[in-house]
C-alpha cells in the first residue's frame, strides 16, 4: 500500500527589492519538517507558493494531508483587521494568500492538517481569529515564550484540555515544550476551541473537533520528536489520519 504524501509549506523570500537585493525569489525549508514526516511513514512533498485557488485545489488533488510549517516572518496584521503596532517582519502577500488557499480548501475538502508556530497562528486568522502582535508587550506576567538555549530541549509545559483531539494524540494532560515565538493566538474563531495552555494563559494549540483532523500547536515538535514520543506523536497522528481518510486508490 502506498504511503501518504503529505504537502509541506515552505518559507518563501519574494526576492527583489523587498529582499534589499537583487535576489530572485527562493523557497526553502529546514529538513527537520520533511525528515518528521517521513519517520512517522509519510511521503514528504514541499509545496509551491502558488497564486489562484484553481492551482491550490489541483495540488490538493495530489495530497493526503498538509503541514503548515512554522518558520518566517509574521501574519501581516492588516489581515485580521489592525494596525502593526510592533516591530517586526511581515510575511509576504504571496505566501499568505498561498497558505490561506490551502487551508481553505483543505478543510474544503477535511484534507488532515497539522499546523506548527506561526502556522497555527496562520490557520487561526485564516479562519477569522486574531493574534496577540508581541506578547511581551502585550501579556502581563508572561513567561519568556523564547527560549534561550537550543530547540531540541524544552522550558515550560502546556496544560491539554481532556476532552480534546490533542489529548487524544499525545495520551496525557500536561507536556514538556520548546518555544520560539512572540506572537500568539488572541481571539480564536468560530469553528476553532483551545485545546492547549502555556501557564501564563497563552494558547498552545488549537483544533477543528468538527474536522478528521485539523490541529496546530505554538511550539516546535520538529525539534524535540527524535527524542520524545509524545512529540513523534503529532506527526505519526498526522501521518495516520491522513492514511484513513486518502480517497485515491493505491
Known amino acids: 500500500m502506498r504511503k501518504p504524501v503529505i504537502g509541506i509549506a ?8 523587498r529582499d534589499g537585493g537583487e535576489g530572485e525569489a527562493t523557497v ?25 485557488r484553481a492551482l491550490g485545489a489541483a495540488l490538493l488533488d495530489t ?10 516572518p ?8 489592525e494596525r502593526k503596532r510592533f516591530k517586526f517582519k511581515v510575511m509576504s502577500r504571496e505566501r499568505t494568500e498561498s497558505e490561506f488557499a490551502l487551508v481553505a480548501e483543505a478543510r474544503k475538502r477535511d484534507l488532515p ?15 477569522g481569529g486574531t493574534l496577540v502582535q508581541d506578547i511581551g508587550g502585550q501579556v502581563a506576567g508572561a513567561l519568556p515564550h523564547r527560549m534561550k538555549g537550543p530547540a531540541t530541549g524544552t522550558c515550560h509545559p502546556v496544560a491539554v484540555a ?26 480564536v474563531p468560530r469553528g ?6 502555556a501557564p501564563d494563559g497563552v494558547i498552545e494549540a488549537l483544533e477543528d ?6 490541529i496546530g500547536v505554538q511550539w516546535h515538535p520538529e525539534y524535540l520528536y527524535p527524542r520524545h514520543r509524545v512529540h513523534r506523536a503529532l506527526f505519526e497522528a498526522l501521518v495516520k489520519a491522513a492514511r484513513a481518510t486518502r480517497r485515491r486508490p493505491a
Request: proline residues 5%.
Open 10 to 17: 515552505p518559507d518563501f523570500n519574494p526576492g527583489g527589492d
Open 192 to 197: 476553532l476551541a483551545v485545546s492547549a495552555v
Open 28 to 52: 526553502f525549508i529546514r529538513n527537520r519538517y520533511v525528515a518528521a514526516i517521513a519517520a512517522a511513514g509519510g511521503i514528504p512533498v514541499i509545496l509551491p507558493i502558488f497564486s489562484g
Open 63 to 72: 495530497l493526503d494531508g498538509l503541514l503548515l510549517t512554522g518558520s518566517g
Open 74 to 81: 509574521d501574519i501581516d496584521p492588516r489581515r485580521y483587521g
Open 162 to 187: 481532556r476532552r480534546s483531539r490533542l489529548h487524544d494524540v499525545l495520551g496525557r494532560g500536561s507536556v514538556q515544550v520548546n518555544s520560539s515565538h512572540h506572537q500568539a493566538v488572541k481571539a
Open 209 to 214: 473537533r468538527s474536522r478528521r483532523f485539523f
Open 113 to 127: 492538517v497539522l499546523g506548527i508556530c506561526g502556522g497555527m497562528q496562520l490557520m487561526n486568522v485564516a479562519l
